[in-house]
Antibody, heavy 121, light 110 residues
Framework: QVQLVQSRSEAKEAGASVRVSCQTSGMTFLNHDITWVRQAPGQGLEWMGWIGTISGKTEYAQKVQGRVTMTTDTSTNTAYMDLRSLTFDDTAVYIC??????????????WGQGTMVTVSS | QSALTQPASVSGAPGQSITIFCTGTSSDVGGSDYVSWYQQHPGRAPKLMIFGVYNRPSGLSNRFSGSKSGNTASLTISGLQADDEADYYCSSYTSAKSLAFGGGTKVTVL
């Protein structure tokens, strides 16, 4: 059974950084790219970026460019998303998702359970 | 403001069919067949319903179907059931190598 299990909720102060992890199991990690999406309370889905698990290549949304870093650890089949200089507007559920196959970045077939990040001023 | 435009809500009676539209531009929806649809129940992770405009993941009910015309994609749910009540999001790969989402449509089963 394919699973993406994310780290627990985080509460941060404005200006701090947060790391969210996404541990995968039941799949061949290098066959799928990882996308990060966030969802502010009561709002829609917002694409943050993705990382190629083989190439390590990343693409980030303009909105978080310069503050976000996505990485992977192929020894533990885990993806990470680091977000720096947090503001109140970064309060959201952060969700990782795998692409259907490497290169098919438009098809997110398995999703993590989400990690709530709350930023206080 | 979302990159793709969806109606905020759509409703229908059990057994009826509804269609959700997703309007983009030639740089996203109109520029490729990389359009997907996701269903999200409250408090749950999104679930892939349609990919590549028309395709259903293995095991998904054929009550869900997708299509596209120009810059507008659509998701049709036929034989509406109570469990179909959820939020639905369209997404499209873009010419900027990003993924755009619609603002989401709340489907209500009357």
């Amino acid at each position: 059974q394919v699973q993406l299990v994310q780290s627990r909720s985080e509460a941060k102060e404005a200006g701090a950084s947060v790391r969210v992890s996404c541990q995968t199991s039941g799949m061949t990690f290098l066959n799928h790219d990882i996308t990060w999406v966030r969802q502010a309370p009561g709002q829609g889905l917002e694409w943050m970026g993705w990382i190629g698990t083989i190439s390590g290549k990343t693409e980030y949304a303009q909105k978080v460019q310069g503050r976000v870093t996505m990485t992977t650890d192929t020894s533990t089949n885990t993806a990470y998303m680091d977000l720096r200089s947090l503001t109140f507007d970064d309060t959201a559920v952060y969700i990782c998702a795998r692409s259907f196959s490497s290169g098919r970045l438009d098809v997110l077939d398995i999703w993590g359970q989400g990690t709530m990040v709350t930023v206080s001023s | 403001q979302s990159a793709l435009t969806q109606p905020a809500s759509v409703s229908g009676a059990p057994g009826q069919s509804i269609t959700i539209f997703c309007t983009g531009t030639s740089s996203d929806v109109g520029g490729s067949d990389y359009v997907s649809w996701y269903q999200q129940h409250p408090g749950r992770a999104p679930k892939l319903m349609i990919f590549g405009v028309y395709n259903r993941p293995s095991g998904l009910s054929n009550r869900f179907s997708g299509s596209k015309s120009g810059n507008t994609a659509s998701l049709t749910i036929s034989g509406l059931q109570a469990d179909d009540e959820a939020d639905y999001y369209c997404s499209s790969y873009t010419s900027a190598k990003s993924l755009a989402f619609g603002g989401g449509t709340k489907v209500t089963v009357l």
